[in-house]
């Protein structure tokens, strides 16, 4: 009797939980994906583009269909201030953004990350994103209704792509470089002697061939992506920027999304930031040798004499007026 009793109370525990999971399968397949739209200014078959796209794949298998990102490469949601706008606004869009737009948007100290210089080596920059300093950046950026997804993301060492060869920091003077339309960049090449001229990157190549800039900086890939080359043909090696990126949201979207569905969209940003980083390794060889067989006088500069004339840059009472007290020696210190 105590048998039966037994195997009754086990048909009805399986048939309880079969139902329940019956139910909740039910229930997920009755609800609408969570969409997501990713914009950003890089072209269809940059290093960045396919890690994006890798991401959208790792996150709809992750999410079982259940979380979906849209694509939208070559500015086509906008500039990264629109899509940051958006994004504030409670839109559900996430783009690439760095320490420069954050300290536009509340967080003066972020900015430091983007200073010309900062760092000798990429084992400084992973060092330091895993600092306490870093993390404290980062809830500060989430009360300014930011939130930063992953930090992994190697965007790549920034260079100068200009139509006058540039050999030495004196070569720069005057010169109208595009930078991206932040305080920081903006100064670190007027501390350098340029004229730095803020402007979306889309409309860079139709610039440079109508002379309103002489130059332009970014990762080679994405310099070559865009064939600021044909129009430009030199390609000093500064370095000036070891650029990691961070793909960012809005705290409201992220605030919206189950612990679950926060943990998918992490997990899988960042395990996309690692496809992305060595995609970008070999894109770096990859692209020098298509400069070099497409007419490009690639320059090796001193970059001690760079990194030495871009000393004043942070003791600019622009910045030294709202960074936290001694914040160049702090980060120094947080990266070794």
């Known amino acids: 009797m105590r048998r039966y009793l037994f195997k009754i109370i086990f048909i009805f525990a399986i048939g309880f939980v079969l139902g329940t999971l019956a139910c909740q399968s039910d229930v997920l397949a009755s609800q609408k994906p969570v969409v997501i739209q990713v914009g950003y200014e890089n072209n269809p078959g940059e290093p960045f583009d396919l890690a994006i796209r890798e991401w959208a794949r790792l996150l709809d298998e992750k999410s079982g269909g259940t979380m979906k990102l849209e694509v939208f490469p070559s500015s086509q949601l906008g500039s990264k201030n629109d899509l940051i706008d958006q994004m504030l606004a409670g839109m559900a869009v996430v783009t690439l953004a760095d320490g420069a737009f954050y300290a536009d948007r509340g ?45 992994n993301w190697i965007y790549g060492d920034r260079h100068l792509l200009t139509k006058k060869a540039v050999h030495s920091v004196s070569d720069l003077k005057g010169m109208k470089i595009r930078v991206p339309n932040n305080i920081i960049q903006i100064k670190g090449f007027e501390v350098l002697g340029a004229a730095p001229t803020p402007m979306p990157l889309g409309e860079v190549y139709t610039a440079l061939q109508q002379g309103v800039i002489d130059g332009v900086e970014n ?21 000036h920027v070891r650029n990691f990126t961070t793909l960012v949201t809005g705290t409201a979207l992220y605030n919206s999304l189950t612990p679950t569905q926060q943990r ?45 004339a871009s000393l004043p840059f942070y003791s600019l009472p622009e910045f030294t007026s709202k960074w936290s007290k001694g914040l160049y020696e702090t980060v120094k210190k947080a990266m070794k």
């Open 219 to 239: 990762p080679l890939p994405v310099l070559y992506g865009g064939k600021f080359h044909e129009v430009a043909k030199n390609l000093s090696l500064t370095a």
């Open 107 to 151: 967080v003066p100290d972020f900015g430091i990350l983007f200073g010309p210089f900062l760092f000798e080596s990429w084992d400084e920059v992973w060092k330091l994103t895993k600092s306490d300093w870093y993390h404290s950046q980062c809830t500060l950026l989430e009360k300014q209704g930011l939130k930063i997804i992953a930090s």
């Open 264 to 308: 998918w969209l992490t997990e899988t940003c960042e395990e996309a930031g690692l496809y992305n980083n060595n995609l970008q390794q070999k894109a770096v060889d990859e692209t020098l040798k298509k400069f070099a067989a497409e007419g490009v006088k690639i320059i090796n500069v001193n970059r001690a004499e760079f990194a030495k």
